[in-house]
């Protein structure tokens, strides 16, 4: 409760400083997602639609993660990181807000609600704070809330991407398209162009790990399925994981890899490369994790082992995307946009350890053929 307590006494100073300084002219909005990977590729509609305005300038204010995936956004004209130090500290807070005071953006527009993105909104004096409302609230972002200036409520079973466009409305955006966009490096393009065939139509890349450890599937799980793709079908494998998962995969790629078939990534290769990797796959496999909605992005087919996930909330959309779930589970879902868990309350996790490999096996087989080629 302390940040409420500050909030409301600087309310005055701020209301006061807003009147002698805070004059701003229009056409200038400033995005907050902070998240990671995939909430900010579910934001990129957001960009586009605010963009179709004529002469708008666009800012986001971005966890310094997730900075490569707006290096190459057409529509972003400024990206401003908002570091971890920065967001914890009340002078780091007060620090942030000054910087974007001096920027002079007219609107913020909130899609990630929390304390430390409304404070840097309302002590940077932006007169329009427009905030998501999030389904799921604790006491202090509640008080908290009460800075934002207009709000868009996120109720289930809408999207919260669906949610993020109808913010809109209060710049005065009606509309727009649910399509996400990930943009590739030319750098990574030419690395990468003689890596895996054009198209990528025998090569299925496997995420094996998450940012979120509830979300995992496990190593002897992947290692099941890798063995079924290669005996069974004509395509090769590529491995993605974190620094950390470098061992699991020189395991994986050393136990099922007797014709050289896997290609192991895990650890070797940048946010800013990946695209360029990913969009020559034939096919994506992995947990509801940041890599499932860059493929889906790209136009890659996807299966989603999804464990704990609101998939109302939250989801690949493409066509040829699969969802794996165990509906008959009580609990499930209990991970949502805007409330996720790191661990199981049961400590078993039954919702993603109850998937089989020979599950997630027949729904690959759905996207491609025996030999490893595409369906039509």
Same mark, same amino acid.
């Given at each position: 409760?302390l940040?409420?307590?500050?909030a409301?006494?600087s309310y005055?100073?701020?209301?006061?400083?807003?009147?002698?300084?805070g &004059?701003?002219?229009?056409?200038s /909005?400033?995005v907050?997602?902070?998240?990671?990977?995939g909430?900010?590729i579910?934001?990129?509609? /957001?960009?586009?639609?605010i963009k179709?305005q004529a002469g708008?300038r666009l800012?986001? /204010?971005?966890?310094p993660v997730?900075l490569?995936?707006?290096k190459?956004?057409?529509?972003v004209?400024e990206?401003i990181?908002?570091?971890?130090?920065?967001r914890? &500290?009340?002078?780091g807070?007060v620090s942030?807000a000054?910087?974007l005071?001096?920027? &002079?953006?007219?609107t913020a527009?909130?899609?990630?609600?929390?304390?430390?993105?409304?404070?840097a909104?309302?002590?940077?004096l932006t007169?329009k704070?427009?905030c998501?409302?999030p389904?799921f609230?604790?006491?202090t972002l509640?008080?908290i809330?009460?800075l934002?200036?207009d709000?868009?409520?996120?109720?289930?079973p809408?999207?919260?991407?669906e949610?993020?466009?109808?913010s809109l409305?209060?710049l005065?955006?009606?509309?727009g398209?649910?399509d996400?966009e990930v943009?590739v490096?030319?750098?990574?393009?030419e690395k990468?162009? &003689?890596?895996f065939?054009a198209?990528?139509a025998?090569n299925?890349?496997? *995420?094996i790990?998450?940012?979120?450890?509830?979300?995992e599937w496990?190593?002897?799980n992947?290692l099941?399925?890798a063995r079924?793709i290669l005996?069974e079908?004509?395509a090769g494998? *590529?491995?993605?994981?974190?620094?950390?998962?470098?061992?699991?995969?020189l395991?994986?790629?050393?136990? /099922?890899?007797p014709n050289?078939?896997?290609?192991?990534l895990?650890?070797?290769i940048t946010?800013?490369?990946?695209?360029?990797?990913?969009?020559?796959?034939?096919?994506?496999i992995?947990?509801?994790t940041?890599?499932?909605?860059m493929a889906?992005?790209?136009?890659v087919?996807? *299966?989603?082992?999804d464990?704990p996930?609101?998939m109302?909330d939250q989801?690949?959309?493409?066509k040829?995307?699969?969802?794996i779930?165990r509906i008959?589970?009580?609990?499930?879902?209990?991970?949502h946009?805007f409330r996720a868990?790191?661990?199981?309350?049961?400590?078993d996790?039954r919702?993603?350890?109850?998937i089989s490999p020979?599950?997630?096996?027949k729904? *690959?087989l759905?996207?491609i053929?025996p030999d490893?080629?595409k369906?039509?």
């Amino acid at each position: 409760m302390l940040y409420v307590i500050l909030a409301y006494i600087s309310y005055p100073l701020v209301y006061i400083a807003s009147r002698l300084f805070g &004059g701003r002219k229009g056409g200038s /909005v400033l995005v907050f997602q902070t998240a990671k990977i995939g909430d900010m590729i579910c934001a990129t509609p /957001v960009f586009r639609e605010i963009k179709k305005q004529a002469g708008v300038r666009l800012g986001v /204010v971005a966890d310094p993660v997730t900075l490569p995936l707006l290096k190459y956004n057409p529509y972003v004209d400024e990206v401003i990181p908002f570091k971890r130090e920065e967001r914890k &500290g009340f002078f780091g807070k007060v620090s942030f807000a000054y910087r974007l005071y001096k920027k &002079g953006y007219s609107t913020a527009l909130i899609l990630l609600p929390n304390t430390a993105n409304i404070l840097a909104a309302f002590w940077s004096l932006t007169p329009k704070r427009v905030c998501v409302y999030p389904d799921f609230i604790g006491g202090t972002l509640k008080e908290i809330l009460n800075l934002c200036t207009d709000f868009e409520y996120h109720i289930a079973p809408k999207m919260a991407m669906e949610t993020y466009l109808s913010s809109l409305k209060h710049l005065g955006i009606k509309g727009g398209r649910l399509d996400k966009e990930v943009y590739v490096s030319p750098d990574a393009e030419e690395k990468f162009a &003689g890596v895996f065939p054009a198209g990528g139509a025998k090569n299925i890349g496997l *995420v094996i790990s998450a940012g979120n450890p509830f979300k995992e599937w496990g190593r002897a799980n992947f290692l099941a399925l890798a063995r079924r793709i290669l005996d069974e079908t004509g395509a090769g494998i *590529v491995l993605f994981g974190y620094e950390r998962d470098l061992s699991v995969g020189l395991e994986l790629s050393q136990t /099922v890899n007797p014709n050289k078939r896997v290609v192991n990534l895990c650890g070797t290769i940048t946010l800013e490369e990946l695209p360029s990797a990913i969009k020559r796959l034939a096919l994506v496999i992995g947990v509801d994790t940041g890599l499932i909605y860059m493929a889906d992005a790209l136009g890659v087919p996807v *299966v989603d082992i999804d464990g704990p996930c609101n998939m109302f909330d939250q989801r690949p959309l493409g066509k040829s995307s699969r969802i794996i779930q165990r509906i008959d589970l009580d609990c499930i879902p209990c991970s949502h946009t805007f409330r996720a868990p790191y661990e199981c309350k049961f400590g078993d996790k039954r919702c993603i350890t109850g998937i089989s490999p020979d599950e997630v096996f027949k729904a *690959v087989l759905k996207g491609i053929r025996p030999d490893g080629a595409k369906r039509t």
